[in-house]
């Protein structure tokens, strides 16, 4: 990345959330390769392994000493919560129902997340965008959130070219590329999303904007849908979940 470490937070996402945020359906990822990018603190993998998913975490973060990378983790999910405390009106608290919820959930993700680290290290691969150092082709799905777009503000379109490009080269012919959220910090909708969808597709990759059913940051309710080699994305992979 082209910027601090300490410039992000490393989240601790649940597997629900993961759920929601990229419209997928659990019988269909079972024995699915999926690279999860960036990682940050997310229980996906340990959580998805039981679901027999076989998932790949990649994160600069993971260069961190697992210890030291546990004890960030909390502190960051501290930082969000109270963050989030402090501005209840810029989210929707559908997914989560309260404050309370949000930073339970979030603390034991992380807690699910420094333990499989330390038992499944090879699960989580230290490495950052636009350069993953992955071998080419190696996943059937590749997820992305809070990066792309999110941080349009320190990261320019260079680095969203490229790192959608090298998201796409690790993935397999026919495979998809789901990146959440399309806002930014400041809920806005950046320029960028046009820019990154027209130079996929000149490159043969169909580009979609997709619904999902999550819920948090106000104005982040739909996804970017790439799927690579193939003239134009069908929909999901699998139904997605139904409103409850």
């Not at 999860?36 to 076989?54: I, M, N, T, Y």
């Not at 990378?69 to 969000?80: C, E, F, K, S, Y």
């Not at 997340?113 to 499944?120: I, V």
């Not at 777009?149 to 690790?170: C, G, Q």
């Amino acid at each position: 990345m082209s910027t601090p470490l300490t410039d992000y937070l490393v989240t601790a996402r649940t597997f629900e959330e993961y759920l929601e945020m990229f419209a997928l359906d659990l019988p269909t990822l079972a024995g699915q390769r999926v690279l999860d990018c960036p990682g940050g603190a997310a229980s996906f993998a340990a959580d998805g392994r039981r679901h027999g998913v076989r998932v790949t975490a990649l994160d600069p973060a993971y260069a961190l000493a697992p210890g030291d990378l546990a004890v960030r983790a909390l502190d960051d999910v501290r930082t969000g919560a109270d963050h989030v405390a402090g501005s209840l009106e810029a989210y929707d608290w559908s997914s989560f129902g309260s404050p309370e919820a949000h930073r339970a959930a979030r603390t034991a993700a992380a807690g699910r997340f420094a333990l499989d680290l330390r038992r499944r290290p090879g699960d989580y691969v230290a490495g950052s965008l636009p350069d993953t150092g992955l071998p080419a082709e190696s996943f059937d799905l590749v997820l992305s959130s809070h990066l792309l777009f999110t941080y349009a503000d320190r990261l320019d379109a260079a680095f969203h070219r490229a790192a959608v490009r090298e998201l796409l080269r690790v993935l397999r012919p026919g495979g998809e590329l789901r990146v959440f959220p399309l806002v930014d910090l400041r809920a806005h909708r950046p320029d960028l999303v046009d820019e990154v969808v027209a130079d996929v597709r000149s490159s043969g990759t169909a580009a979609a904007e997709a619904p999902v059913r999550y819920r948090f940051q106000r104005g982040a309710d739909s996804m970017l849908l790439l799927r690579k080699g193939v003239s134009a994305p069908s929909g999901c992979a699998g139904p997605r979940h139904a409103a409850s």
